[in-house]
T-cell receptor
Framework: GAVVSQHPSWVICKSGTSVKIECRSL??????MFWYRQFPKQSLMLMAT?????????EQGVEKDKFLINHASLTLSTLTVTSAHPEDSSFYIC????????????????FGAGTRLSVL | AQKVTQAQTEISVVEKEDVTLDCVYE???????LFWYKQPPSGELVFLIR??????QNEISGRYSWNFQKSTSSFNFTITASQVVDSAVYFC????????????????FGQGTILTVHP
């Protein structure tokens, strides 16, 4: 079963509004969480890395004021797309890194099922 | 800089055929980690394997096998007797080793290979 829960799976919003996406690690504590963006038929582009209780580290070219990340606990991270515009429409994927008993004593990056954002 | 190349954009096979997905990487790091993930139509990437550069042994897990060739910087993935449920996008990823080789950093993904298995 899933070890990372991402919600919502699909959201449509009007231009100028903000959208919050939640990412939760299930049954394990994530040392680090990641947010990716994936364009159709393309690879995953890392947007930012976050650790619980500290500010996220953003990749070059990613606007931190546009994509707000809050890592409130070892099991929850949120990504807020502020004042969304049509060019922000994309598939956003979160990832949680840690040790899950289902995979033994291996430090693995687990992924959520993604959120498809459509900005009208 | 790190780079992962999956030259096969799309592969189409008929069920029960064997199929190999290629992955070639570039890195200046002497120690690193390699990964394979499967992304089915549902969207969630599923972890398949993690391999440390120290370990060049090939691995087999059921119908899946991986061939790590450090000399050619390749980490190819073979599915034996493919099934329709294997249809997905497969990503190869690379990361530098950290913590004296016991941990890894950010993942650099390849472009992915779309595998379609027809009944």
């Amino acid at each position: 079963g899933a070890v990372v829960s991402q919600h919502p799976s699909w959201v449509i919003c009007k231009s100028g509004t903000s959208v919050k996406i939640e990412c939760r690690s299930l049954d394990f504590q994530a040392t680090t969480m990641f947010w990716y963006r994936q364009f159709p038929k393309q690879s995953l582009m890392l947007m930012a890395t976050s650790n619980e209780g500290s500010k996220a580290t953003y990749e070059q070219g990613v606007e931190k004021d546009k994509f707000l990340i809050n890592h409130a606990s070892l099991t929850l991270s949120t990504l807020t797309v502020t004042s969304a515009h049509p060019e922000d429409s994309s598939f956003y994927i979160c990832s949680a890194r840690g040790y899950h008993r289902g995979y033994g004593a291996v430090d693995i990056q687990y992924f959520g099922a993604g959120t498809r954002l459509s900005v009208l | 800089a790190q780079k992962v190349t999956q030259a096969q954009t799309e592969i189409s096979v008929v069920e029960k055929e064997d199929v190999t997905l290629d992955c070639v990487y570039e890195t200046r790091d002497t120690t690193y980690y390699l990964f394979w993930y499967k992304q089915p139509p549902s969207g969630e990437l599923v972890f398949l394997i993690r391999r440390n550069s120290f370990d060049e042994q090939n691995e087999i897990s059921g119908r899946y096998s991986w061939n790590f060739q450090k000399s050619t910087s390749s980490f190819n993935f073979t599915i034996t007797a493919s099934q329709v449920v294997d249809s997905a996008v497969y990503f190869c990823a690379l990361s530098e080793a950290m913590g004296g080789g016991t941990s890894y950093g950010k993942l650099t993904f390849g472009q992915g290979t779309i595998l379609t298995v027809h009944p």
